[in-house]
């Protein structure tokens, strides 16, 4: 054999290359649906992340400006975002002259469910306590939850003192069946 001929032997054959697509079709084929979960448990977190860090700062403003400061759902629905507003009139998002000091848009993809307390809105007075807007004190869980399913992956608690917490414990929780 040649030196020229060596030189074409180097190359994958037909066969070879055929093969080397088969085992990339099924890899991809097994990996796809992993790769979506993995998306979208990293949405849940980044949102849980947002929304504790959203709450506390809105609490810090609270301190710092001596003046309420309301977080509220934009739509009524935490999964579509929030919007962190100075509360100078006292009426809330329901004032559209009150200073929006942060927004943030949801992802629809991933759904947040409230109990009765905080289920539209958070509320912070002067001193960093969370009141309801008649003036008792206001706690409560927003479940960040899995989509389609009665998942809660993440829990933002907000207790009575004011402290934000963030949890991430997986339980069946029914809010996110109806989220």
């Excluded at 055929?18 to 991809?28: C, G, P, Q, R, Y």
């Excluded at 710092?64 to 919007?83: C, I, N, S, T």
């Amino acid at each position: 054999m040649s030196r020229e001929d060596s030189v074409y032997q180097q190359g994958m054959s037909l066969i070879q290359m055929l093969f080397t697509l088969a085992i990339v079709a099924i890899t991809a084929q097994f990996a796809g649906p992993t790769y979506g979960v993995l998306v979208e448990q990293q949405r849940r977190q980044v949102m849980a992340e947002q929304l504790a860090s959203s709450l506390r700062n809105a609490r810090t403003e609270a301190l710092l400006r001596h003046q309420y400061v309301v977080v509220h759902a934009l739509e009524e629905d935490w999964g579509r975002g929030w919007q962190v507003i100075l509360d100078q009139s006292g009426r809330g998002h329901l004032d559209h002259d009150n200073p929006v000091l942060a927004q943030r848009q949801g992802n629809t993809h991933v759904p947040i469910a409230g109990n009765t307390p905080v289920k539209h809105y958070v509320r912070f007075n002067p001193l960093g306590e969370p009141l309801l807007s008649g003036g008792a004190f206001q706690a409560g869980t927003l479940h960040i939850c899995q989509a389609d399913s009665a998942l809660s992956h993440y829990q933002v608690v907000l207790a009575k003192s004011g402290r934000i917490s963030l949890r991430s414990d997986q339980a069946a929780q029914a809010l996110c069946a109806v989220a």
